[in-house]
Nanobody, 121 residues
Framework: QVQVVESGGGLVQAGGSLRLSCAVS????????MGWYRQAPGKQRELVAR???????DYADSVKGRFTISRDNAKNTSYLQMNDLKSEDTAVYYC???????????????WGQGTLVTVSS
């Protein structure tokens, strides 16, 4: 069984910073894409940032220049460094990992439970 656990959320003032972590554990052969998504109250879940196994990254326009996604393959962990936070960044942040459990096995995606980020203005 594969588990995805986020951490690092909390309450921060506008202009502040937070660093989220996403740890993937369990029976894993390889982790392909890792992504951070967020869902604000009353809104749909949206992609924030994504990092591929080779290190290429994508960002939502709203966070470009402020957020940085990275990964440590040795630790099966992804990070989201969030700087210059704004009130509109308030949301539950979810991590999604694309995983292959065995060599030549199927690819499937696993979501974490989310971590709440609240930015006060």
């Amino acid at each position: 069984q594969v588990q995805v656990v986020e951490s690092g959320g909390g309450l921060v003032q506008a202009g502040g910073s937070l660093r989220l972590s996403c740890a993937v554990s369990g029976s894993i052969f390889v982790i392909n894409n890792m992504g951070w998504y967020r869902q604000a109250p009353g809104k749909q879940r949206e992609l924030v940032a994504r990092i591929r196994s080779g290190g290429n990254t994508d960002y939502a326009d709203s966070v470009k220049g402020r957020f940085t996604i990275s990964r440590d393959n040795a630790k099966n962990t992804s990070y989201l460094q969030m700087n210059d936070l704004k009130s509109e960044d308030t949301a539950v942040y979810y991590c999604k990992a694309g995983v292959v459990k065995v060599l030549a096995g199927p690819y499937f995606e696993v979501w974490g439970q989310g971590t709440l980020v609240t930015v006060s203005s």
